[in-house]
């Protein structure tokens, strides 16, 4: 007897065979095929591959915590930012996931609620809080994605093109660009988008 499938398992199988093989691999049909179960029944709960991907994306945010957040506003922001990074560097090309979404489900929109919360909290208007918000996300967002499709040769390339080409300011910058790591880029951003 098989399992009872339910729009919950449906995305926990989805997000295994993201983890698994890449965003790339994730389609209704390997979803239906690492279930068991046939296709229609996957389209049963999720109607569409970009509601499933939706759904992903929102279990994605649900896995950051709200518990035990900073009292100090500006740092409420900045631990919720670190906690959103982590939960995408959790899946493998999560953030390739959530960036080609635009998911308005409950542990999204729960999410933004606490950042704007915590904006407004430390003086921002309400416009200053949704432009602060999306900000920090498509920079977060961009990040991640670099970082999860990172290669090795990618330096060596960016030095050769420099090189051959008539970029001085880019050259005079080009050891700042690709130096430190991306924890400590990622902090850097914070730090310039929320000193606005």
């Not at 095929?33 to 509601?51: E, F």
């Given at each position: 007897?098989?399992?009872?499938?339910?729009?919950?398992?449906?995305?926990?199988?989805?997000?295994?065979?993201?983890d698994?093989?890449?965003?790339?691999a994730v389609?209704?049909?390997?979803?239906?095929?690492?279930?068991?179960v046939?296709?229609?029944?996957v389209l049963?709960?999720?109607?569409?591959?970009?509601?499933?991907?939706?759904?992903?994306?929102?279990?994605?945010?649900?896995?950051?915590?709200?518990d035990?957040?900073?009292?100090?506003?500006?740092e409420?922001a900045?631990?919720?930012?670190?906690?959103?990074?982590?939960?995408?560097?959790?899946?493998?090309?999560?953030?390739?996931?959530?960036a080609?979404?635009?998911?308005?489900?409950?542990a999204t929109?729960r999410f933004?609620?606490a950042v704007?919360a915590?904006?407004?909290?430390?003086g921002a208007?309400?416009?200053?809080?949704?432009w602060?918000l999306?900000?920090?996300v498509?920079?977060?967002?961009?990040?991640a994605?670099e970082?999860?499709?990172?290669?090795?040769?990618?330096?060596?390339?960016?030095?050769?093109?420099?090189?051959?080409?008539?970029?001085?300011?880019?050259?005079?910058?080009?050891?700042?660009?690709?130096?430190?790591?991306?924890?400590?880029?990622?902090?850097?951003g914070?730090?310039r988008?929320?000193a606005?």
């Amino acid at each position: 007897m098989t399992k009872r499938q339910t729009a919950d398992t449906v995305v926990t199988a989805a997000l295994r065979l993201l983890d698994e093989q890449g965003l790339e691999a994730v389609t209704t049909r390997a979803v239906a095929g690492l279930l068991g179960v046939r296709m229609n029944t996957v389209l049963w709960h999720v109607k569409t591959k970009a509601r499933l991907l939706e759904l992903m994306a929102d279990a994605v945010t649900a896995e950051i915590s709200l518990d035990g957040l900073p009292g100090s506003a500006p740092e409420r922001a900045r631990e919720l930012m670190r906690r959103y990074r982590r939960a995408l560097m959790g899946h493998r090309d999560g953030a390739a996931l959530v960036a080609g979404t635009y998911a308005a489900e409950p542990a999204t929109l729960r999410f933004s609620d606490a950042v704007i919360a915590a904006l407004l909290d430390a003086g921002a208007t309400p416009r200053e809080a949704a432009w602060t918000l999306t900000a920090m996300v498509y920079f977060t967002l961009g990040l991640a994605q670099e970082e999860q499709g990172l290669d090795r040769e990618d330096e060596p390339r960016l030095r050769a093109a420099v090189a051959r080409g008539s970029y001085p300011a880019l050259r005079e910058a080009l050891d700042h660009l690709i130096d430190g790591t991306f924890d400590e880029r990622f902090e850097d951003g914070l730090n310039r988008i929320l000193a606005t």
